[in-house]
């Protein structure tokens, strides 16, 4: 397993300065190239509201109204990446920028063949209209990802310790792989956990050393878990169904992340 490429998707939001020093930090470490990408929503340029604005200011014809927002966008977009190179340079960092227009997630899906591991905030710019606690484009993302997704707070931490949330499932085995690399990379602790909520047997043997803890809502052991930990890195499994994979995100993975938790997740396919 190696990582030599991290795709971190950012935008004007606190959240996505946290993307920025999290991506440069983990790529220092395990000597990995940065990509920049900012997309800029062709919403923004296209959508009902746009039209609204262009007539109530009567802009005729609305094209050129369109093009000026869209010259401040790119403006805005290239200072982002700006700002993010100069963390990059500062660390040492091999740095590569992307702006494009588009469907945000869509693009960004596009974009991330190019990386082995996709860094986004749990939040955007536009955090107060996000239904619950994970943002819409992340929700998607989320669900449609091929790749690792890193998922950070709205304030960066390094990391102190690892944890691999695990059952007897064979995703599992790549969640513990994918937390012990990152364990030895960093050469901080590896902490293996399973919550034991009575409904079936689990066979854990593939495990070395895992801390089992009880409790009725996996969701909550692992939240209560994870909160009792300093400075973690959380892997978690998306255990999706193939037939639904479009459609629904496992329900113990999307429910932990919709949680106010203020920490580093790693989401693993």
Known sequence: MEIKGILACVDASEYSMTVMHLSTYIAKKIKAKVCGLHV???????????????????????????????????????????????????????????????????????????????????????????RGILGTNIESILRKTKKPLLVSPRKFYPFANVVACVDSREPSKKVYEYAKYMSEEFGIPLKAVYVDNKKRDEDLSHFSEIDVITSKSVTDGLEEYIRGIERPLVCIGAYAKPKLIEIVLGSTTENLLKRDIEVHFLVIR
């Open 40 to 130: 800029i929503d062709i919403l923004q340029l296209e959508g009902p509201l746009m039209y609204d604005i262009s007539g109530a200011l009567g802009f005729e014809p609305f094209a050129n109204f369109s093009a000026r927002i869209k010259a401040v966008l790119e403006e805005k977009g290239k200072v982002v990446l700006s700002a993010f190179e100069e963390i990059a340079k500062q660390e040492g960092v091999e740095f590569e920028r992307f702006m494009d227009i588009g469907i945000i997630t869509k693009t960004i899906l596009e974009y991330e063949e190019r990386c082995d591991l996709v860094a986004i905030g749990r939040k955007g710019v536009n955090e107060q209209y996000d």
